[in-house]
């Protein structure tokens, strides 16, 4: 995952992306490279073409601040992705790394998801496992199932794509709220074996990966495609969990007086006093299979 050279990987992705026309530079001809190329960049940046060529290469890890934003403004980041180029230019500390322990969803957010029976709620964890989801968010979408891993599905199990009816558009949203949970961290023994996986069997993985996008989401709207009632377009809101790092809950709710509205409460009724997706204290789902012993497990 190229975790000697973060910000070289990062800016070449990012110049391999920008639109050479959007500087006024013509597009066709003989360009060989995608993009723009390195001394084009540092022309716009305004550094030399050799200390560009430097960081890419990772001879020169650390620009200063100015560098940073005269980057950032060529590469047309937002603050999300600027702050994750800032981070990628600092000194890596090498971590000492406690053995890894289950994540688990305490006791006490479990009875409260359990009092929310309208409306749908999950919690995941670090690298979108669920964790947790009360009934309903089962229902919803078989994605929520505790213990699914959410990116392992979203690329892997050809039914995400008749859940999701923008597909595309949640994958790639996926895939860079992976990176911004992530951040520097590419080390950690669980991502590396997870965008290892994903690298290998999915083509669409590597190319979403390979773009280095980041994006913290903390609300949104999804389309679903529900097989007991039709279409859903749910509005979502994204809570950290306080006392468990990395660990965040989701909420969906519909769009009040909605079609939407109509179909989550009849589906609501329909799960209501089934076992569909009811979980133990330790988040487990008790009447829908989870992902075998062993294995990792299978997006929001």
Not at 136 to 154: D, E, F, K, T
Not at 173 to 201: F, I, Y
Not at 230 to 255: K, M
Not at 269 to 287: F, K, P, W
């Amino acid at each position: 995952m190229d975790s000697d050279n973060r910000l070289g990987s990062f800016l070449r992705a990012r110049r391999e992306l920008a639109r050479p026309e959007d500087f006024g530079i013509p597009a066709g001809g003989q360009r060989r490279v995608a993009g723009l190329r390195r001394e084009e960049v540092a022309l716009l940046a305004g550094v030399s073409a050799d200390y560009y060529v430097r960081l890419e290469q990772g001879r020169d890890k650390h620009p200063s601040e100015q560098v940073i934003a005269a980057l950032a403004r060529v590469f047309d980041l937002d603050a999300e992705g600027t702050a994750h180029l800032r981070e990628l230019a600092r000194p890596v500390l090498r971590r000492k790394r406690a053995p890894r322990r289950p994540e688990r969803v305490s006791p006490g957010l479990l009875r409260l998801m359990d009092t929310w029976t309208t409306t749908p709620v999950l919690v995941m964890g670090r690298y979108l496992d669920v964790l947790a989801a009360n009934p309903l968010a089962a229902a919803v979408n078989s994605c929520s199932v505790p213990g699914v891993n959410q990116l392992r599905m979203m690329f892997l199990d050809p039914e995400a794509c008749n859940i999701y009816a923008d597909w595309p558009t949640v994958a790639a949203e996926t895939v860079a709220s992976l990176r911004a949970t992530a951040g520097d961290d590419l080390d950690d023994p669980r991502l590396t074996e997870l965008v290892g996986e994903l690298s290998l069997k999915s083509a669409e993985f590597r190319r979403l990966w390979a773009r280095h996008d980041v994006r913290v989401k903390t609300a949104g709207v999804k389309r679903f495609i529900n097989p007991m009632v039709g279409a859903l377009t749910l509005s979502y809101e994204i809570f950290t969990v306080n006392d468990a790092q990395g660990q965040i809950l989701v909420a969906y709710h519909a769009e009040p007086g909605s079609s939407s509205e109509h179909a989550l409460g009849l589906l609501g009724s329909m799960v209501a006093g089934s076992e569909t997706g009811r979980r133990d204290l330790d988040g487990r789902a008790t009447a829908e299979p989870t992902v075998a012993p062993g294995s990792a497990p299978t997006s929001m």
